[in-house]
């Protein structure tokens, strides 16, 4: 005889996100309090460190003045992609909590860029089924977007994020401290997934990104801060409150321009920074909008000239490896990664979207063409 037990049931996450600035001065108790008296092991983005030695002891003697148990001297690791390239990173941290005897009322905290965040992220995720995670996003990039979402994962097979979780953070401090540290190139990055974001889903900050592009362009932090924290309320609203947070649909409603992005990274062999592979992506699906009758002229070149203001080449030679094939490719590494329909998000007006489900070749191959003419033609302008 046969018979069915069909039960569904509900588990109720917290999202906390923080803004501040110098997060171990003394008195400033965001961690302080959000730890208490519970162990705590610490993680540091190599990266960071190089530009900024002082965050060791900076943490140590924050950790010391209010009694935060610090399991151990942090532990400095690469961060970029290197990080995600294989499993080294994630074993080194499932070592560490073990040897460290970190369990599910203890923390992981995270300090460095959005790969380390990843890949840290995907190791506490998975230990004890996963132990609590403070994340300290230290680049615009981790800052605006990544940082504050609820993925981890590293690349496998050669593909972007093949391996990881859905689990979000205990919590995430972002500390506009850091960004003093990057160099003009970093400092840019982050801008696009703001642009991006504000396309989907607010056009007055569009708007403000337009009017402010040459002051963030120049490094202006004020405006560079405020940049990110509404570029991070925007993503962080959309998974608490868009419905389908660990995306178990085929749509992905914030990865505007991604699909060429993580192909083109992955091409490029990461020379190409995410935010700098960000920006084409978003270049060629504007374009394709606009190809496809969905997005105005005058909008996808307002879009076009904000990202170029911002000061980012909307060109490289992976969008035509292969005569275009091996970018195509990525439509279907796109789809795969989620399974289903490939659903793709293209604006229909600044603040507005829809989805599609096919691009065809010779849409993609105009539009690539027509970046690669810009190209050259700004480039024989400069000479």
Known sequence: MNSRLDLSFVVSHRHQIFFTENAFAFKNNILKELVGVAKVL????????????????????????????????????????????????????????????????????????????????FAS?????????????????????AGVGVKNGINTFQKKNFTGTFTPPYA???????????????????????????????????KSLEKDSRDLAAGN??????????????????????????????????????????????????????????????????????????????????VIDLLIRLGFQLYTAELEMNHGDSLMQGLEEFREHLGGQLTLILPTAIGQSTNVHELSRDVVKKVTAELSHRFSSSCAALS
């Open 221 to 302: 932090l004020t405006l560079i801060s405020e940049c990110i924290r509404r570029s991070a309320e925007l993503h962080a609203l959309h998974i608490t409150k868009g419905g389908d947070p660990f995306e178990l649909g085929s749509a992905r409603p914030l990865d505007l321009g991604h699909w060429v992005a993580h192909k083109c990274e992955t091409l490029s062999n990461y020379r190409l920074s995410h935010g700098e592979a960000v920006a084409i992506g978003l270049a060629v699906d504007v374009l394709c909008a606009r190809e496809l009758g969905l997005f105005s002229k005058s909008e996808s070149e307002r």
């Open 42 to 121: 610490p993680i540091i983005d190599a990266g960071l460190v190089a530009t900024s030695p002082a965050v060791i002891s900076d943490l140590m003697e924050y950790a010391k003045v209010n009694q935060i148990k610090l399991t151990r001297a942090p532990m400095i690791l690469t961060g970029g992609e290197e990080c995600k390239k294989d499993q080294s990173v994630v074993n080194a941290v499932l070592a560490a909590i073990e040897e460290d005897a970190i369990c599910r009322h203890s923390y992981v905290l995270v300090i460095g860029g959005g790969a380390l965040l990843d890949a840290v992220g």
């Open 172 to 206: 995430v401090i972002n500390d506009f401290a850091f960004l003093k540290s990057l160099n003009p190139k970093n400092l840019r990055d982050g801008l696009v997934e703001a642009v991006k974001v504000a396309l989907l889903k607010d056009p007055e900050f569009f």
């Open 125 to 145: 995720s998975i230990a004890h089924r996963g132990v609590r995670l403070i994340r300290m996003p230290s680049t615009t990039l981790s800052q605006a977007d």
